[in-house]
């Protein structure tokens, strides 16, 4: 009898311990990023989509890297308000996914954002996307130097368009002045 429930003891412990082990694999983290790698221009928008994945409440920690700096930029937990770092403040937007949003990129914004998930249990991972930050294009500065160019050239056919009418102007009021003469002339004439 005490032998049987000794077995049973053994049993309960190892289905014990097999559901606990099933619980941490569950629990393990995972982040799924669509796109690792982005480019995009100045003064763009940029979106570091993830899907994270675990068992309890994750905390959400953001931070870039790049050669030669690495600050934090924010941290937060789905449905709390972000504790996002001065730098950032108007730039950042959080999801309650874990993604981050960071609008009008400068050129210093080129680099490595990592992504690490903190569980309540105290396990962790991280996620690592590249950034890089692209110049004002070269068909950009040809296109403005081409509005330029035609700027100038409306411009000048404005100036040509009023030195004709002024030109037009002093011969009308000169043929003007004559006529009243020529009339003045009859009408001494007649006198
Ligand atoms: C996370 O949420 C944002 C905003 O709702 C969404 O644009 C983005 O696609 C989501 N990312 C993933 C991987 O689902
Ligand atoms: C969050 O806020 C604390 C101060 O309350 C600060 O020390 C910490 O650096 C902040 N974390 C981030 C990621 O901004």
């Known amino acids: 009898m005490w032998h049987l429930r000794l077995w ?3 049993d309960v412990a190892v289905v014990l311990s097999i559901a606990l082990y099933m619980c941490h694999l569950a629990g393990a983290i995972s982040i799924h990023c669509p796109q690792r790698s982005l480019t995009r221009s100045m003064q763009e928008d940029v979106l570091f989509s993830v899907n994270v994945s675990c068992l ?3 905390k959400f ?3 870039f890297m790049s050669a030669a700096v690495s600050r934090p930029i924010g941290a937060w937990q789905p449905g709390t308000d972000a504790n996002v770092t001065e730098d950032y403040s108007s730039r950042v937007q959080t999801y309650s996914n874990g993604s981050l949003g960071l609008s009008n990129l400068r050129l210093q914004d080129a680099g490595y954002y990592i992504l ?3 569980e309540e ?3 962790s991972r991280d996620s690592g996307l590249v950034l890089k930050v692209n110049e004002v294009l070269y068909e950009d500065l040809q296109y403005l130097s081409v509005s330029g160019l035609a ?3 409306i411009a000048g056919l404005l100036m040509l368009a009023m030195w004709l009418l002024n030109k037009a102007y002093g011969k009308i009021s000169a ?6 003469e020529e009339e003045r002339a009859t009408e001494l004439q007649r006198l």
């Open 56 to 58: 309890g409440v994750p």
């Open 8 to 10: 049973d003891f053994q």
């Open 121 to 123: 249990g105290g396990s």
């Open 116 to 118: 690490t998930v903190t």
């Open 151 to 153: 700027l100038s050239a």
């Open 175 to 180: 043929w003007r002045s004559r006529r009243k």
């Open 61 to 63: 920690h953001w931070t």
